[in-house]
């Protein structure tokens, strides 16, 4: 082989290897990405830094300080060599270093994170190292620490819900009690009409004992209607309990049920007459044959129409 083509092939290898080497350095600068598994209960990690660049630092929730299900916390020590970049609502930090010198390497600092119960503790690390440069750092769960997470905010949103329907129910209870003062108060201006019933029935027992239930008349205050009512257990051996008190609009051999509520002691004791009310909104009881109401108890129903 002459001299020249000795002197091409040289040349050429040396391309080749100035090529390859191009390309190395421009791999290396790449962004590269580590994976890391979040342990309990801290989760420790060097983080290296290379200048003019820096490292996004990804959890796998979201990053609130407000957030009641997923509280957020986080603290940087030297701030004068490192700075961070975070945004209410993502989840991911960036670090960088401020500014770096030729004496700069090898500076450190600490970041504190504090997220959903974890602990984070990195060190943060000047780096002149490309090869020491992470631009991503991931951070994982484990397939428990997943479901205990799922587990926690699961019992932390059910409290919420708890507390929130007890705020709600407070506020109702206001609100029906607001109302009731003013239907008292229309009730105590308006003026009373008398609609006179008197109606009677007993219910006999195989072993003689009767229960007597008697209804006399309904006042009604403007739309609302009170019938009074009386009980009685004729009886000397065992007291009666009643259990509830119906109204109920009839139509023909048919009925349905009106809105209602009664007042009453639900005990009765041997041969005593207990006094109570029925209430309603609905006007058809002041019909005559169209209204029926119900004493229902432990010894049976006893029923008045009119």
């Known amino acids: 082989m002459n001299l020249s083509k000795k002197i091409t ?14 390309q190395a350095d421009q791999d290396q600068d790449m962004p590269k990405e580590r994976i890391v598994q979040i342990r309990n209960p801290v989760t420790k990690l060097v983080v290296n ?28 020590t030297n701030d004068s060599a490192f700075e961070l970049f975070w945004q209410a609502g993502q989840n991911f930090i960036v670090y960088k270093i401020k500014k770096a010198d030729t004496e700069s390497e090898g500076t450190l600092g600490d970041a504190f994170v504090n997220v959903a119960g974890f602990h984070f503790n990195l060190t943060l690390r000047v780096s002149f190292s490309r090869s020491a ?7 994982e769960l484990c397939d428990a620490d997943k479901l205990e997470l799922v587990e926690r905010a699961v019992q932390r949103r059910q409290t919420a819900l708890v507390e929130e329907y007890k705020l709600k129910e407070s506020e109702l209870d206001r609100r029906a009690e607001k109302m009731a003062l003013k239907l ?23 072993n003689g004992d009767r229960v007597i239930f008697y209804a006399d008349k309904i006042i009604t205050y403007g739309n ?23 109204l109920e609009k009839m139509n023909g051999e048919q009925s349905y049920p009106l809105l209602s509520e009664f007042e009453m002691p639900l005990k009765v004791k041997e041969n005593e007459t ?7 909104n609905d006007a058809s ?8 109401m119900t ?7 006893v029923e008045l129409q009119w």
């Open 9 to 22: 092939l040289l040349a050429v290898a040396w391309l080749l290897v100035v090529a390859v080497s191009v």
């Open 49 to 76: 830094i290379l200048p003019g660049r820096g490292v996004k630092v990804i959890f796998p929730w979201v990053l609130d300080e407000n957030s009641v299900e997923l509280p957020y916390t986080g603290l940087l």
């Open 133 to 139: 440069h992470y631009s991503t750092v991931i951070f």
């Open 184 to 206: 008292v108060g229309r009730m105590a201006t308006s003026g009373r009409d008398t609609s006179n019933i008197k109606e009677e029935q007993k219910l006999k027992l195989s």
């Open 224 to 246: 609302i209607h009170v019938i009074p009512i009386e009980a009685t257990n004729d009886s000397a051996i065992e007291p009666l309990y009643i259990d509830n008190i119906s």
């Open 274 to 280: 207990v006094k109570g009310f029925v209430v309603t």
């Open 285 to 292: 009881i002041l019909n005559s044959q169209d209204a029926k």
């Open 295 to 301: 004493l229902i108890s432990n010894k049976g129903k």
